[in-house]
């Protein structure tokens, strides 16, 4: 067995864990003024919006103008005439009032007045639940 023979103690300190300077300490000022009382070539750049609470791109770009120039008016779908006639017969004819019908499908009573003053977007899930609660159809050909 080669390599076997008296062992020797290295009695030289090892330091495992140490950092190697970052770019944060390069920037501190006592290491700046070191570097300038050495000699050494300091480089500064001031960057372009230091300092400020702007995002780089806020400057008007084709993507804003594009959209400015958008024509095309966007809306949501609203809760149909028919619907909303629909709904309020039904909970007429069960004699319900908008907070017991709400109460009844576990939702808002704001729901329900939404729905019945046309301002609601139609959400399949709800309507489904109002046909349970009042028996009746809503949705699709009578």
Known sequence: M???????????????????PNAATNKDEKV??????????????????AGTNRAASSSTSLN??????????LAHDRVPTELKKAIMQARMDKKLTQAQLAQLINE???????????????????IGKLERALGTKLRGKK
């Open 32 to 49: 700046v003024n070191a570097a300038r009382r050495a000699g050494a070539e300091i480089e500064s750049v001031k960057k372009s919006n």
């Open 64 to 73: 804003t103008r594009k959209l400015d120039e958008e024509t095309e008016n």
């Open 2 to 20: 080669a390599g076997i023979g008296p062992l020797t103690q290295d009695w030289e300190p090892v330091v495992i864990r140490k950092k190697a």
């Open 108 to 126: 808002k009573p704001q729901i329900i007045q939404e729905y019945e003053s046309g301002k609601a977007i139609p959400n399949q899930q709800i």
